[in-house]
């Protein structure tokens, strides 16, 4: 149970998060996947932290939940906008930002 | 005491800035006279290096006086320095003197003229490039003043701009001469690089040192040379330039194209005698081609019908005269020569356009007649003019010319062949000056002759006279009022000194009796290997023989046009294939554009389309904007504006990074 | 020793199998739920590592509060089935999960292959209190003032910006003459036109 492992398996949890976000069409899910890799994040910030036998890095992941919080509220308040007007809950329809 | 030489430069650049920078300021009156001021300064100047000159001992009369050095670089300086002698103070007097005159001429004929003032800043400008040429004391001061007296001479033909025949034939000149300067700089480059030297003094005092009896490089360069003397004297095979520039104010023909330009090929063979004397072989092929420049020249002008430009062949004839002249080393008689010329021709030149002036502009020949009573001064110095032109005993065209062709017999062997054509020549120098003099004076006066017998000056709507397309008086174009001699002082002025030396200038050149100005110019002359002059009593029968063809060929003359009228009409029918390959100037201008014309434009066609506008055009300039659209393109591509390729990208540069990462910490 | 390593191992699995089932199931009302059972498998797996608190916050907050939110939306908004009609993927699409999958063996070598001794331990020597409550709180307070003040600011601006977003625009009195922000922060789509 060395602290590589946790690291390791972070590593997996952010890349799955990655590979969801590229690969889903609905805004909701791409969204659950941003949560898997913060929650990644978290994990080998927490990881670390007991490495070097500081609290620092917990407050860091404490920090980061709070964050989290907050993106979400956000995104699922346009998700309910997007709703709202009737547009279809895909991704790939919003494409204003093409050049 | 080179000052004075730089007087005689400064005189006339100052003229032309003034004149130049205040064309606003100034009034058309104002500027002619600070014009002819100015001439009249370098004259004065001129005169007072002559005297200056003459108190210094025989063999001290070579001066060179520098302002700075120019460049001075590994091998050799060339400094901006004037060389003060006998010759270049000689040509420096008759070129101001006789532009002068030109100037004072000039401001009554031209007076009308909306383009007065750029006319003035014109002339002193090419008067000062002209003296500049006489009086480089180095090659390359010497093409500097050769190039901007083509520029001059380019600025003049084509004074009246807006005429599509006269830009023509200014650029026609300046392309002509383009070729003969460089001929001159290659020449100049090629002695340069066998002596080393640049400026007169260190060239000719290594000339036979450095090279040998007809040295190869040394025949080459001097060949070169006179490829550059040729086009601006306007020799065969670049002569076609000349009578098109007529196509300039009468004026200019006569200051330009008679008396000082066309002289600088003379002035630079004379100059260039060391040269020439170590190359006869050139000197001698320079005698051949201006034996014949001086026989066709002859012929073409029987036929001429324009007045001009019968005047303008005449030019040519002559100076083929001096060009044989110095080509035989005899340098004095060639020189002579180029002063009594500069003295009649530009007369005649005046003469003409005072007759111009009275035909409404109109110049051809077989417009014109009677003009005898009508205008009698002008009359009087044109007939003088032509006097001297065709060598009638006593005139100084007589003096001159017959000592050319004395000294060409004095040099013996294939030589009295190219005399025999001279004698054969001035015959027909006769017939035809006095061609014009008959044709234009005497007759039935035509319309407006009769017009200005009842004493009104005669009137046309403005038109081109080469081509007979109207015009109108604007600036760019003639003025609309002419002026005869008859009624404007000035140009009695100018032109009754010139009939008096052209009739009694030769006495100072009389065989064995005065020799002023061969004395004058021994200093410049005396490392001259040639000195074989002919002798007093061959002169004196050269002369006779002279008088005797001047006096036949005005017999001709009056016969033909005088007292037989029809007679040319009958000549003309019956040798018309020589009339028309006379007429056509054998064909030159034709020759020219088969040969070279055609091919250069077809060559500026390709280039134009194939590389201007399909390579650089099509694969350089449009290629690049191609290339970069395709490339922008692409790049827009990247921004779908899809959120799911923005991560994808994101997520292959993060995979990017850390590869590096991890192959930087192996 | 040996029981921790199987936590770690069961519960390790439990978090990369609510990932994958994240990622991979249709249903986004599944897809929540196997994100919860991810976050459950995460506090878990913290508690291994003695953050005794973040555990707990992760299951109140995380789990608890988030999770249940979404779980409204998902609701609210019905969620469309994915792939109603199958669009052409691009090329950059079709090989992120490729990309992901290396990023994650980079990330693996990293790991392994570093010269960081210490990972390779169980970490270093903590007292009882690591982790607790209460030293997370003596934090906070003392050295991480800053950023818990900031936190609360943030989580103030969510609140405020969640209320904007969702709000219908019936829900409130203006007078008739009034221009409100969110409109110009919307556009006019709807407003004028909305029967009043």
Redesign the interface.
């Known amino acids: 149970m060395d602290i590589s492992w946790f690291v390791v398996l972070s590593a997996f949890i952010f890349c799955i998060g990655a590979a969801g976000v590229m690969t889903r069409r609905s805004p909701l899910v791409i969204l659950l996947c941003l949560e898997l890799m913060l929650n990644a994040g978290n994990l080998a910030l927490i990881a670390f932290a007991r490495m070097v036998g500081n609290v620092e890095g917990q407050i860091f992941a404490l920090i980061v939940m709070v964050v989290a919080a907050c993106e979400v509220v956000i995104g699922l308040g346009i998700i309910v906008a997007m709703y709202r007007r009737k547009l279809r809950i895909d991704v790939d329809d919003l494409s204003e930002l093409r050049g | 005491m080179t000052t004075w030489g730089w007087l005689v430069l400064a005189f006339p650049l100052a003229g032309t800035v003034l004149i130049g920078l205040g064309w606003r300021t100034l009034s058309d009156r104002a500027a002619g006279v600070l014009g002819s001021a100015a001439i009249l300064g370098a004259f004065g100047s001129a005169l007072a290096m002559l005297v200056a000159l003459q108190d210094r001992p025989e063999d001290a009369r070579s001066l060179v006086g520098s302002l700075w050095t120019y460049a001075s670089t590994a091998g050799f300086s060339v400094d901006l320095s004037i060389l003060v002698d006998p010759l270049s103070t000689f040509m420096c007097l008759v070129v101001s003197g006789v532009s002068f005159l030109i100037h004072v001429y000039s401001t009554a004929y031209m007076k009308s003229d909306r383009s007065y003032k750029r006319f003035f800043a014109y002339l002193n400008f090419f008067v000062f490039s002209m003296l500049l040429l006489v009086l480089a004391a180095n090659f390359v001061l010497l093409i500097v003043g050769w190039a901007f007296v083509g520029a001059a001479s380019y600025l003049l033909i084509s004074f009246w701009y807006r005429r599509a025949t006269a830009t023509k034939a200014g650029m026609k000149a300046f392309v002509v001469n383009v070729v003969g300067d460089i001929g001159l700089v290659i020449g100049a480059f090629l002695i340069f690089d066998a002596t080393g030297a640049l400026d007169y003094a260190g060239v000719f005092g290594q000339v036979t040192e450095v090279f040998g009896h007809n040295d190869g490089q040394l025949v080459a360069a001097c060949l070169l040379l006179l490829v550059g003397a040729f086009a601006k004297s306007a020799q065969l095979p670049l002569h076609t330039w000349l009578p098109d520039a007529m196509e300039g104010p009468t004026p200019v023909s006569s200051l330009i194209h008679a008396a000082t330009m066309v002289t600088a090929g003379v002035y630079l063979i004379a100059r260039m005698h060391p040269l020439f004397e170590q190359a006869p072989l050139a000197a001698d092929i320079s005698a051949v081609i201006g034996t014949a420049t001086l026989l066709i020249a002859a012929t073409m002008a029987l036929v001429m019908t324009d007045l001009k430009r019968a005047i303008a062949y005449s030019t040519m004839s002559q100076i083929g005269y001096m060009i044989l002249g110095v080509s035989v080393f005899a340098y004095g008689a060639g020189l002579f020569h180029l002063m009594t010329h500069a003295f009649f021709k530009a007369l005649l030149f005046m003469g003409a356009g005072s007759v111009i002036a009275a035909m409404a502009n109109e110049q051809s020949l077989d417009k014109m007649g009677g003009f005898r009573k009508s205008m009698p001064f002008t009359y009087i110095v044109f007939t003088a003019g032509a006097l001297a032109l065709a060598g009638f005993p006593l005139t100084a065209g007589f003096f001159s010319k017959d000592e050319i062709l004395a000294y060409t017999i004095a040099r013996g062997d294939w030589f009295v062949a190219l005399a025999v054509i001279g004698y054969l020549a001035a015959f027909l120098t006769a017939i035809y000056s006095f061609r014009l003099v008959f044709r234009v004076f005497h007759g039935e006066p035509c319309e407006q002759a009769a017009e200005l017998e009842a004493g009104h000056l005669a009137h046309a709507e403005p038109f081109n006279p080469a081509t007979g397309e109207a015009e109108d008086t604007d600036a760019g174009f003639p003025g609309p009022e002419h002026h005869i001699a008859e009624r404007e002082g000035a140009m009695k002025a100018a032109m009754g000194p010139l009939a008096v030396l052209a009739l009694i200038a030769g006495f100072l050149q009389i065989p064995g009796v005065t020799d002023v100005l061969g004395n004058f110019l021994e200093p410049t002359f005396a490392d001259s290997q040639y000195h074989e002059s002919p002798t007093t009593g061959a002169e004196y029968i050269g002369m006779a023989v002279g008088a005797l063809l001047s006096i036949a060929g005005i017999a001709v003359a009056a016969r033909i046009y005088l007292r037989k009228p029809g007679t040319s009409a009958r000549l003309q029918a019956r040798f018309s294939g020589i009339h028309r390959v006379l007429s056509n100037k054998y064909y030159f201008d034709e020759a020219y554009d088969y040969a070279i014309v055609r091919p250069v434009a077809a060559a500026g066609r390709f280039g134009r389309d194939a590389i201007e506008r399909g390579f650089i055009q099509g694969v350089l300039v449009d290629g690049t904007v191609a290339l970069v659209r395709g490339a922008s393109a692409f790049a827009?591509g990247?921004?779908?504006?899809?959120?799911?390729?923005y991560?994808?990208?994101l997520?292959?540069g993060?995979?990017g990074v850390?590869?590096y990462?991890?192959i930087a910490a192996? | 020793m040996f029981f921790e390593q199987l936590l770690f191992f069961v519960f390790a699995a439990g978090a990369l199998g609510g990932a994958l089932g994240v990622v991979l199931i249709r249903n986004p009302f599944y897809t929540v739920l196997a994100l919860v059972v991810h976050l459950f498998s995460l506090a878990i797996l913290f508690l291994l590592l003695t953050a005794a608190f973040l555990a707990a916050a992760q299951v109140v907050v995380y789990a608890g509060a988030v999770m249940v939110l979404y779980l409204f939306v998902v609701a609210y908004v019905g969620g469309s089935d994915d792939e109603l009609t199958p669009k052409p993927h691009g090329t950059a699409v079709a090989l992120g999960p490729i990309f992901a999958a290396a990023v994650a063996i980079q990330l693996t070598i990293a790991v392994v292959g570093s010269g960081l001794t210490a990972l390779d331990s169980t970490g270093a020597d903590v007292g009882e209190n690591f982790g607790s409550p209460a030293q997370i709180g003596e934090a906070l307070l003392t050295k991480f003032l800053l950023p818990f003040e900031a936190a609360s600011f943030l989580l103030l601006v969510a609140a405020v910006g969640a209320v904007v977003l969702a709000r219908k625009r019936r829900g409130l009195h203006e007078p008739a003459d009034a221009v409100s922000v969110s409109e110009v922060l919307r556009g006019d789509g709807e407003a004028k036109g909305a029967a009043r």
């Open positions: 827009r990247i921004q779908t504006g899809g959120l799911r390729s991560a994808s990208v997520v292959i993060i995979g850390l590869l990462f991890l192996s």
